[in-house]
Nanobody
Framework: QVQLVESGGGLVQAGGSLRLSCAAS????????MGWFRQAPGKEREFVAA????????VAADSVKGRFTISRDNAKNSVYLQMNSLKPEDTAVYYC???????????????????WGQGTQVTVSS
């Protein structure tokens, strides 16, 4: 069974940084596009960033553009989210997601993904 395990969340002050990791297992990682999403209490899950299966294409939500960077290491079956200049409104549970793709596409919708991790909490204090 496919597993996605997020790590790296925690409590940080506004303006600080965190790096989230997502380790994938039991899937041919290099054929999967990956994404990060987040969900704050009482809100719907929203897109944060996505990366194509080879890492050449990335896209980020306007709310995090210039502050968050998605990357991947196919040799380590892992995807990362570097988060800088964090704001209190970034507080949420962050999820990674995976979907098999045949091309170098990026997927920005929750319905576009097949597999999801359990999430990691990020809390930004003001």
């Amino acid at each position: 069974q496919v597993q996605l395990v997020e790590s790296g969340g925690g409590l940080v002050q506004a303006g600080g940084s965190l790096r989230l990791s997502c380790a994938a297992s039991r899937l041919p990682f290099s054929t999967y596009a990956m994404g990060w999403f987040r969900q704050a209490p009482g809100k719907e899950r929203e897109f944060v960033a996505a990366i194509s299966r080879d890492g050449r294409r990335t896209v980020a939500a306007d709310s995090v553009k210039g502050r968050f960077t998605i990357s991947r290491d196919n040799a380590k079956n892992s995807v990362y989210l570097q988060m800088n200049s964090l704001k209190p409104e970034d507080t949420a549970v962050y999820y990674c997601a995976a979907v098999f793709t045949t091309g170098w596409v990026v997927i920005t919708t929750t319905t576009g993904y097949t597999y999801w991790g359990q999430g990691t909490q990020v809390t930004v204090s003001s």
